[in-house]
Nanobody
């Protein structure tokens, strides 16, 4: 299966931390490595939004709302992208997904992050 598999979500209190993982096990390494990968999130009643991207060269970009709190990284040997989230806020509550920055992969199930105040 080509869609990524996200994991690592959960329920945390405001100020807490989580580390999300996204494994593209259905892809071969030579296909995965050149891709710019991204994390997206979708809160209830809202559109899916881009959270962070990481290029093949490990250049990163972040939405203003998460700058300084979230860190995206990748391990090409594991075909995995990570999102480390610190100082979580209730407004970070959403289902988190990963995909290419061009959203060309099938969408996975996502992983639920719930931040209580």
């Amino acid at each position: 299966q080509r869609q990524p598999v996200e994991s690592g979500g959960g329920l945390v209190q405001a100020g807490g931390s989580l580390r999300l993982s996204c494994r593209a096990s259905g892809m071969i390494t030579s296909t995965f490595n050149p891709l710019t990968m991204a994390w997206y999130r979708q809160a209830p009643g809202k559109q899916r939004e881009l959270v962070a991207t990481i290029s093949a060269e490990r250049n990163t970009n972040y939405a203003d709302s998460v700058k300084g709190r979230f860190t995206i990284s990748r391990d090409n040997s594991r075909k995995t992208v990570y999102l480390s989230m610190n100082n979580l806020k209730p407004e970070d509550t959403a289902v988190y997904y990963c995909n290419q920055d061009t959203m060309q992969l099938p969408w996975g199930q996502g992983t639920q992050v719930t931040v209580s105040s």
